[in-house]
């Protein structure tokens, strides 16, 4: 750079951008503030259900109910998941009892929200309640200076130093935390997630990785085949001898694969998972009854509810994953083709409501005809699909209940507990819409989700 370069860059006008850092610090400083604030009231929260639940002499089950009332009253007001205002709730209890120092630097604006956030996450595996606290006010020294990215290796050394046991004890412990989850995600798509010991989550990825590039360089070779042959002759297991795939003269010559490793590594996984069958299958030896496969005979469930004019190609209007996230009709079909039987569902053309479900098979028609018109739980928030919810009655068959389409809806395991265990009340206003009245006296209104979904937009169907 010349020296008059060097000179107009030194003679720029720095206040404009010291105006933009001041502000957004401002703006930064206000907002750790505010969830601060947010953080108290929540934590509040907690404190209240947990001293009308010490009172009680019961099992822990009933002693929450306290809490996921409360929870559930928030949830509604914010238009959120009672399940996640509930682990909101256990978090700030966390962050107000146990990082005291975190929460005050917060609404002192010293740290920001990703601090913070940081800081939990290290010291929360820290049991003992001293060093908890020792641990938050020297990390808060240093996420002063730090960023959060540069902050994490800092205060997780710092935790280490603070942990009175091992890693070696404290892994058995944390090896009674695997579990695997399922998020929904836009677009059609989902969400796996698997927590166990590192040593078998980087073996999966490796061997998925492995198997990955030996299918792309199978796809590469010409007069190369595809299936597991191909596969092992390319792994560190396959048998001795040469065994791979046999070609000859007519064999025509083979396009690389498209697909990228990270698509390879996916589509190699859920094949894994649906299709095989788990090394030990204790269920074979314990029930004979089962037959051949055992645990390898099990099969996903999926209910999806397709629009008829979708099916037929007549519409493109998206399929449902009933209870989840819509799908693409291509998919929808590609099941629709392959399923054992349907249930149709008749709807009013003008409000959508369903009027009636039958099937060519029947059984069961009532509770083919609830699935159909409540597809989740019922509790205003709540997306549980419906087969993996009770079938619950508004008025108690004991009080003079009936069981009808207009008594019966579907709820969850949690929401079911929570209507018997505390003052929720539900009333059916016909139709399927339900009117719940929370313990604090303010009404939701649940309408069916089929009331919408199923409202025509073309010309009307042949049938």
């Excluded at 953080?39 to 099992?59: I, K, M, P, T, Y």
């Excluded at 005809?369 to 419906?386: K, Y």
């Excluded at 199923?454 to 049938?463: I, K, M, R, S, V």
């Amino acid at each position: 750079m010349s020296s008059n370069q060097t000179m107009n860059v030194e003679a720029l006008d720095n206040a404009p951008v010291l105006g933009l850092v001041e502000g957004i610090v401002a703006l930064r400083q206000q907002a750790a503030q505010v969830h601060a604030a947010e953080v108290r009231l929540l934590a509040g929260a907690g404190q209240l259900a947990a001293s009308r639940s010490a009172v009680l002499r019961s099992d822990s089950r009933e002693r929450e109910m306290h809490l996921r009332s409360i929870a559930a009253e928030l949830a509604l007001a914010v238009r959120a998941s009672d399940r996640t205002v509930q682990r909101q709730i256990n978090d700030a209890v966390v962050l107000a009892e146990d990082f005291t120092p975190v929460l005050e630097a917060l609404e002192a604006g010293r740290i920001f929200v990703g601090h913070a956030r940081v800081i939990v996450d290290a010291g929360t595996p820290i049991q003992c309640p001293e060093a908890r606290l020792a641990f938050a006010s020297e990390a808060v020294s240093r996420a002063e200076n730090l960023s959060p990215s540069r902050l994490r290796p800092a205060v997780e050394a710092l935790a280490e130093r603070l942990q009175p046991r091992t890693v070696t004890e404290r892994h058995r412990d944390a090896r009674a935390d695997r579990a695997v989850t399922v998020t929904d995600r836009a677009d059609g798509m989902g969400e796996l997630t698997y927590v166990g010991p590192a040593t078998l989550v980087h073996g999966i990825y490796d061997r998925l990785t492995q198997q990955a590039r030996a299918v792309r360089n199978a796809a590469a070779q010409p007069g190369a085949s595809f299936g597991p042959a191909a596969v092992a002759a390319s792994t560190d297991t396959a048998p001795t001898g040469g065994a791979g795939a046999e070609t000859s003269d007519c064999t025509p010559e083979l396009t690389p694969d498209p697909r990228t490793i990270d698509q390879l590594r996916a589509d190699i996984f859920a094949d894994m998972l649906l299709t095989s069958a788990p090394q030990d299958d204790p269920t074979i030896a314990a029930d004979p009854s089962l037959g051949f496969g055992g645990l390898g005979a099990i099969r996903a469930i999926v209910h999806v509810t397709v629009p008829a004019l979708s099916l037929a190609g007549l519409s493109d209007d998206p399929a449902e994953l009933v209870g989840r996230a819509p799908i693409d009709i291509d998919t929808a079909r590609s099941l629709a083709g392959r399923a054992s039987g349907w249930d149709r569902v008749l709807s009013d053309p003008v409000t959508g409501g369903i009027l009636a479900v039958d099937r060519y098979t029947p059984s069961a028609d009532l509770k083919r005809f609830l699935r159909a018109r409540d597809e989740h739980c019922r509790f205003p928030g709540c997306r549980q699909p419906v087969h993996r919810c009770d079938i619950d009655h508004g008025q108690d068959w004991a009080l003079g209940g009936t069981t009808c389409a207009h008594n019966l809806h579907h709820l969850c395991r949690r929401h079911h507990t929570l209507k018997h265990a505390t003052p929720w009340q539900v009333r059916n206003l016909g139709g399927g819409v339900l009117e719940w009245t929370s313990p604090t006296g303010q009404i939701y209104i649940d309408h069916p989700p089929s009331r919408i979904r199923f409202t025509p937009t073309g010309p009307p169907p042949p049938f």
